[in-house]
């Protein structure tokens, strides 16, 4: 599977098969789980995706997120 941001509001999946999917809508710049994904994502040991945001957050300076390949945020 390849991990891939999406612009502004989506993470997207990429199955290996070539199937196309969104793993996670942020809500935008200025709420807490950020805007605009920025770089990859990283696959832990535990199967939780780790990534960063260019923007939103509480001061806006982007944020440093988790989620589950099946879309649950933390």
Request: net charge positive.
């Amino acid at each position: 599977m390849l991990f891939l941001p999406a612009g502004v509001e989506r993470m997207r999946i990429i199955s290996s098969s070539g199937n196309i999917g969104i793993v996670y809508r942020f809500s935008g710049s200025t709420t807490s789980d950020g805007a605009f994904p920025y770089g990859s994502l990283m696959k832990a040991s535990n199967g939780i995706l780790y990534g960063t945001t260019r923007q939103g957050g509480t001061n806006l300076y982007g944020t440093i997120f988790s989620c589950t390949t099946s879309g649950n945020y933390g």
